[in-house]
């Protein structure tokens, strides 16, 4: 019986896929231009994060805020403004609101003042994009 389990976990251990040979197998069959961004072209992957990398910058929205509700509604109303002049679409600004509630959302660190800025993105939400 003591054999029998031991293969079970060996063969468990085969399923798990980060940081195995599995997972660095296919991290090598991937292209690296499709994973470096433009910006970190050439340097090794473990020396950047793309997560945070900005590789269209022409259509980025600066200064949009969730910290309380004033903030918040300042974006809002700047976000509507840009809407209006037709400077960024219906979808970027569809986008743009879903990414300020879901980081209010999961903030690491919520405050009262954050739930409440987040609020005022979900109320904008639910009048602008029906």
Do not use: C
């Amino acid at each position: 019986m003591r054999s029998r389990s031991r293969s079970k976990s060996k063969s468990r251990a085969k399923q798990v896929v980060g940081n195995s040979p599995t997972f660095y197998r296919r991290l090598r069959s991937l292209s690296p231009k499709s994973r470096v961004p433009k910006k970190h072209e050439g340097e090794h992957p473990s020396h950047h994060s793309d997560l945070f990398t900005d590789e269209t910058p022409k259509g980025t929205v600066h200064g949009l805020r969730f910290r309380n509700k004033a903030d918040a509604k300042e974006s809002v109303s700047r976000v509507k403004k840009l809407l209006k002049s037709k400077k960024i679409t219906y979808a970027h600004a569809s986008q743009i609101v879903n990414t300020m509630i879901q980081r209010a959302k999961y903030h690491a660190h919520p405050t009262k003042d954050i739930k409440e800025g987040g609020n005022v993105w979900s109320e904008f939400k639910r009048s602008y994009f029906k």
